[in-house]
């Protein structure tokens, strides 16, 4: 991930293909290792592609996938087999709402 975003800060820089030395400085420049072969193999991965289309049919691809939403969970089934009782809810107190004087906070003090 690290060579990717470094690849793409270049290529956001101007730098329409980056090579893997390229890479490598920028990476060694903000005191971050890099992997040789995992680098490489990117660079092999990326050549000839412009970044922006990548970018471009990936999303397309991440539109397709559900994000979010909340995952329904039984309740847990006791050794007897009945449901485990549900927890309690706490129930809300009401705060009662303080009127508060703005002192002429929108300049309508008169």
């Known amino acids: 991930m690290k060579h990717l975003a470094a690849y793409s ?12 030395a390229q890479v490598e400085k920028l990476l060694k420049d903000v005191g971050v290792a890099s992997n040789k072969e995992d680098l490489d193999a990117m660079i092999k991965a990326l ?6 289309d990548l970018v471009r ?5 991440l539109a397709s996938v559900p994000s ?4 329904a969970v039984s309740a ?6 009945a ?4 927890p309690k809810k706490e129930e ?11 002192g002429g906070l929108f300049g309508d003090d008169y």
């Open 92 to 102: 809300k107190k009401e705060e009662e709402a303080a009127d508060v004087d703005m």
């Open 9 to 20: 800060l270049l290529v956001l820089a101007g730098n329409a293909a980056p090579t893997a």
């Open 47 to 52: 050549n000839g592609k412009k970044l922006h």
């Open 76 to 81: 847990p089934v006791a050794a007897t087999g």
């Open 83 to 86: 449901p485990a009782a549900a």
């Open 68 to 71: 979010g939403g909340a995952v």
């Open 57 to 61: 049919d990936g999303s397309k691809k």
